[in-house]
């Protein structure tokens, strides 16, 4: 994650995503057909409003609502030769900031 709030995730969380990071490690590396998600800081919002991005891209946004997620997940679900072995950022448009907004 780029920039402040790069730093801000890094030093807020940035030891208990490890396990997550090897994780992703390991699956990208099976040979499955896979899709990891990579989403913000999650929130409840009532609303489905999202944008991508893809591995290697800078990511954007600090957050995403858990409806968002849900419904990306429904459309990988749903087709599911979309995003076979990609590996998407999933946030709302517009959050960009040096930390989520309810923080």
Known sequence: MPGKFGEWNQATIGEDLKPYRRAADFIEGSGLD????????????DEVHYEITAKGQPFKGTVVSRKSVADLITRI?????????????????GSDGDKPSFM
Do not use: Q
């Open 77 to 93: 679900v749903t087709r599911p030769d979309r995003y076979v072995g990609e590996s998407l950022g999933v946030n709302k448009p």
């Open 34 to 45: 896979d899709t990891i998600l990579r989403p913000a800081w999650l929130t409840d919002e």
